[in-house]
């Protein structure tokens, strides 16, 4: 089996994790996860939403969270920008970088945004530009790209399209993002080959969502296909609102378990990460979806138990 | 990504499954399951354990399930026999496989079945003798094989050797299993390469928990490695003494939905399934780790909704 050395981890739990809760969390809470998160080696941290707090009022506080971390020197601190206005509000706070985020299926554009496809490129050519004059660096998301909620499967050209309007656009990190969990292992390896040769120019990462139990295997897939860039969320957090009830995010330390154990670098101190999704445990209402927390570390050794032990295979 | 494209499923639910119920299950509930697993195109169910019922209560109904249910021609019927007693206790009700098991570990060993590795090894060639003079075909499970509560990594060299005996002994059908869950890809393709290669005249299977996230992963490692058979539980039933609490086996319809989104056939009615899994849910006091019971299938499609959305990437 041929894997890259290295992976990199872009932790999104306090932005598409925490957008999930629908109970608040105290920003206080928040500052903290994000600043215990920066400490765990992760490269990168998506740190809020600049979204309108009526469409998301858990994130609310996105302009008190991004402007009282404390930012480590060597991690990324992104946020994500869904508009004109939300993008004004987070430069004034100097992210590192600032995600955009477009569905690649009409229906899905609509639903989520109140916007066509082409009427959300022609919005994000307008944030690029603005936040390139601010000297920050726009990466871009497809949403949607292997598989719609309304559409169902996702014709690869449509992921071509929105690209090279990114690539025109400027963007050179693009995100593929499986919004609502449905792909499988195989489709990842052959979008992620696909657009890696098509699009060599990209720095590709892929977003997985855990709905249907294929969010590790996709990432070994990935990895296959030469992608070594991964969204995780701690703790597994994040939902899917077409799917109630079911797992979230990928979770950043089930992921970085899975690396470690077969070899693949990702920098992270898998401890401290678990640390960090059982201080996530105390503040989320409900059981997280984290292997790791429940099922500890393969070296985490039992004592041999001795004298007779009743056989029970 | 080059897979097989056909793989076959061994149900083990209602063996593995439900002897990590503490709650009693009642026989009727237990014979319908079966039954019900029977219809869904699954090759082979293991329904039950002949282990002594004080050490498995949930088990000791274990005849009248065997002689109650209703066999589908063309579905195997097997059970798991952990000495002697328990295998006569099975053949007089004629199940079409039995299945052995012995750690490649030697406190694994001790722990479980209070006997050494080489002592489970002529248990099993005793029984394997006595199965064969019944004209039922006996089947080799290797537990701990990726991985030993006590003992961590597990040389390959005590997987050649229990295998080695394995097959002297006569056995041509063995499963490697993944006992508490920890085993990654690249472990379990280095393995089911291995051997594939050094013991081409045997039947290879995986069991494999989910501990920690990664059957699925293992899955699809274990196809490009040449491994077609899985052992997989419904509901996702099962589970670990060594980690309360998390994930259990291999979940059934997360395994098929996956195969089947990759192209790879099961001859399983995938629908038949979770329906049947909803049914498991209906007998178990805690919530199933089944993906598929929670957010249903890709192609269960939602209607595009109409009109203004809010903005919430």
Same mark, same amino acid.
């Given at each position: 089996m041929q894997l890259p050395k290295r992976a990199y981890i872009l932790e999104v739990g306090p932005r598409d994790g925490f957008q999930a809760e629908k109970a608040w969390i105290p920003t206080e809470r928040k500052i903290e996860i994000v600043n215990a998160l920066s400490k765990t080696? %992760?490269?990168? %941290?998506? %740190?809020?939403s600049f979204v309108h707090p009526r469409a998301i009022p858990q994130l609310a506080d996105a302009e008190e969270v991004l402007s009282r971390i404390e930012r480590v020197p060597g991690v990324e601190y992104r946020v994500l920008v869904p508009n004109l206005k939300g993008l004004q509000r987070a430069l004034a706070l100097k992210p590192d970088k600032v995600h955009f985020m477009n569905s690649v299926t009409e229906s899905h554009s609509r639903a989520n945004a109140n916007r066509s496809v082409d009427e959300g490129l022609a919005q994000i050519e307008e944030m690029y530009t603005v936040a390139a004059e601010a000297g920050v660096p726009g990466v871009g998301g497809m949403a949607c790209s292997l598989g719609c909620p309304f559409e169902g499967k996702v014709p690869i050209q449509q992921l071509e399209k929105v690209a090279s309007r990114y690539v025109e656009i400027g963007i050179r990190e693009i995100g593929i993002a499986d919004t609502i969990g449905v792909a499988d292992p195989r489709l990842v390896y052959d979008v992620s080959a696909r657009m890696l040769d098509r699009f060599p120019q990209v720095t590709w990462s892929l977003h997985l969502h855990n709905t249907r139990d294929m969010a590790m295997a996709n990432v070994v897939a990935a990895l296959q296909a030469g992608i070594t860039r991964f969204d995780a969320s701690v703790g597994g957090l994040g939902g899917c609102p077409y799917a109630p009830g079911a797992a979230g995010n990928a979770s950043t330390e089930d992921m970085v378990n899975m690396l470690h154990e077969m070899g693949v670098e990702t920098g992270i101190d898998l401890d401290g990460l678990i640390a960090v999704a059982k201080m996530v445990q105390e503040v989320i209402p409900h059981e997280l979806d984290s292997c790791m927390v429940k099922a500890g570390k393969r070296t985490d050794l039992k004592p041999a138990p001795s004298g007779q032990q009743k056989i029970g295979q």
């Open positions: 080696g %992760v490269p990168a %941290v998506q %740190v809020t």
